[in-house]
């Protein structure tokens, strides 16, 4: 039995859209199989690395209303690496005891003191 040339036709059209089912299938398959093991690879929520370290400056000066708390809330970022210097130009401010009290206070935190002030060498140039 011969098979007309219509029905040849639709075989033909029939086995090329088979085809492409079964193409679109595999590259899915293959799609998914590689997002799997990509994301096995990283554990969820690891962070890659760790952020760049920052060194927070405060320059301190006297003794205010509310220092404590708003000097404290550098001991209490939400960052992982970072560091606290303040900076104080006389050793007699009265703001050092407090900085002192509070980086004791805060051990697991970076912290430390700069006191002293760099003289204006224009004045001594000019004489």
Known sequence: MLISNSANG????????????????????????????RRAATPPNAPTELPPFICLLRPVCGLDPFDAETLASSFTLDYPNYEVVFCAADPKDPVIGLVQRLIAGFPDVRARILIGGREDHRQSQAE
Do not use: E, K
């Not at 639709?10 to 998914?32: I, K, N, P, Q």
């Open 10 to 37: 639709a075989l033909l059209v029939l086995g090329a859209v088979l085809f492409a089912v079964l193409a679109l299938h595999l590259g899915t398959m293959a799609l998914v199989l590689w997002r799997r093991a």
